[in-house]
Nanobody, 123 residues
Framework: QVPLVESGGGLVQIGDSLRLSCESS????????MCWFRQAPGKEREFVAA????????SYADSVKDRFTISKDNIKGTIALQMNDLKPEDTAVYYC????????????????WGQGTQVIVSS
C-alpha cells in the first residue's frame, strides 16, 4: 500500500489556481510533519511547504510564500496545498512526504513519499 497519495495536479494557465491534496494511509500524530516538495525537469527536488500536525505550524519556501497555503485535516490525516497566482516556474511534479518530528527542508529527512502529481503552468 502506497503510504501517501497525491491528487489535484493538472494543466493551468498563468495566474490560475490549483489545489493539491495528499492522503496518508498511516495514522497521523501531533509529532507528524507533512510537506510538499517539487521537482522540475532537470532540477533537484526542492522544498515547497510543510505543516506540523500538532499545532499546525507551517513553513514555506520564499518562492511560494504569499501565493501557496498548506493546510491539514487532523481527522482525515490529509494535507492540501492551495496554489494561487501560478507561474511557469511552478511547473513541476509535486510530491507529498511525511516524517516524525520537526520541520526539515531536506528531502532525505522524510521517511514516506507519494508518487507525485504533475502541475504544468502554461504561458
Amino acid at each position: 500500500q502506497v503510504p501517501l497519495v497525491e491528487s489535484g495536479g493538472g494543466l493551468v494557465q498563468i495566474g490560475d489556481s490549483l489545489r493539491l491534496s495528499c492522503e496518508s494511509s498511516k495514522n497521523t500524530y501531533s509529532s507528524t510533519t507533512m510537506c510538499w516538495f517539487r521537482q522540475a525537469p532537470g532540477k533537484e527536488r526542492e522544498f515547497v511547504a510543510a505543516i506540523k500536525f500538532g499545532l499546525g505550524h507551517t513553513s514555506y519556501a520564499d518562492s511560494v510564500k504569499d501565493r501557496f497555503t498548506i493546510s491539514k485535516d487532523n481527522i482525515k490525516g490529509t494535507i492540501a496545498l492551495q496554489m494561487n497566482d501560478l507561474k511557469p516556474e511552478d511547473t513541476a511534479v509535486y510530491y507529498c512526504a511525511r516524517k516524525t518530528g520537526g520541520f526539515s527542508r531536506t528531502y532525505g529527512d522524510y521517511q514516506y513519499w507519494g508518487q507525485g502529481t504533475q502541475v504544468i503552468v502554461s504561458s
